[in-house]
């Protein structure tokens, strides 16, 4: 159980970083939810997950591109909390063109919020966490953290970075109660994933069903998506104490895409 622990997921508004912290208050940890989105959704979102799982939730609205709101979201963690025992890493966007056509604008946001709000994150969690010698400390990476696709430059770069700087983390908090560890799944069908199918069939002139087939078939060999449900299991074993020497690894959950 994860009761009486500070979970701060960043990007929990939506996909993967929502069911991560669903699934972490389903273990008892207080929740600090961030992402962008309709307002009202989000209080609503905050007062369902307190009442079903009986934990206390709060919401920073940090643009994780932005070091002063990132700095800002942790000393609110520290005021609402006490601070943050375990950080999920996972705000992220995509964006899919040719290095040759890739809008510089686009490259910049992508590495700031996908890789550098990490390390802004990182570096303000772990005197706390030092303090205490306990600290769970996941990025979402991506298989693109471990091999790459045409057209996904930036997204490749920063994700291969976000594995670099867990495998540092690690060695600098190996002689402690803290673990460093990344996530790398394969396509998961969130609103981020759902616009490449969307992109696929008005390219192929396929429905949304074949362009879901046609994207699993190029790279996911079990042809059927993870769920963020399944990478919300992964993250609560990595919170675990039989976890506490996985350190500096990069774990997939790909149905297959990195072993081919
Ligand atoms: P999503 O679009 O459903 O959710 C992204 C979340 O990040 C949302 O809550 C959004 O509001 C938030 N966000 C975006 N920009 C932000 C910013 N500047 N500041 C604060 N929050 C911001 O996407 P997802 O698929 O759930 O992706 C979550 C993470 O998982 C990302 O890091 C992504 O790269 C990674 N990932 C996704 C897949 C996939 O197939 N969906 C696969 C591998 C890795």
Redesign the pocket.
Known sequence: TLSGKTALV?????????GIARTLAAEGANVLL????DAGEIAQLQKDLASEFGIKVDYHH????KPDQIEAMIAYAGEKFGGVDILVN?????YVANIDEFPVEKWDAIIA??LT?AFHTTRLVLPRMRANNWGRIIN?????GLVASAGKSA?VAA?HGLIGLTKTTALETASTGITANAI??????????QKQVDDRAAKDGISNEEAKKALLADKQPSHEF?T?EELGAMAVFLCSEAARQVRGVAWNMDGGWVAQ
């Open positions: 960043t990007g929990s508004t939506s996909g993967i970083g929502l961030n992402g962008f989105g940090a643009d994780m591109s996972n705000a992220g966007i995509q919020i996908n709000s979402l990476a991506s298989v693109h997204y994700k790398c799944p394969g396509f998961v069908l969130t609103p981020l994933v993870v963020p």
